[in-house]
């Protein structure tokens, strides 16, 4: 990637737990790592500092058990470097973030 260009990024899970996911339920697709030089919003790495960034669930969107859900959104990063990306399902509980299901990790290198 270089600095300052705008990319397409699509992060597909497969909801094979509980329930239907949707915004309403807060279920939502969270990244963490280094999050601001990819220029995602916030730090996740720890969650008292800083607010994590979301991919939401469409509003009136309902992810049932075993279908396929692609979260699709923008990074442009700001700084030269090579970061270490993660993603995971999270529901929101009020304060509480609640990590559930695998992780995914991309290794990212900017010039």
Excluded: K
């Amino acid at each position: 990637m270089t600095v300052g260009q705008t990319y397409n990024v699509s992060v597909t899970y497969m909801n094979n737990g509980w329930g239907p996911w949707s915004e309403e339920d807060s279920v939502r697709l969270l990244s963490f790592g280094d999050t601001t030089p990819m220029g995602l919003t916030g730090d996740c790495n720890n969650y008292g500092s800083g607010y994590p960034e979301y991919a939401i669930t469409p509003a009136g969107e309902y992810v049932l058990l075993w279908q396929l859900h692609t979260y699709n959104f923008t990074v442009t990063p700001t700084t030269p470097g090579t970061y270490m990306v993660g993603f995971a399902m999270v529901q929101n509980q009020g304060a509480a973030v609640t990590p559930f299901g695998g992780y995914g990790y991309a290794t990212v290198t900017v010039t």
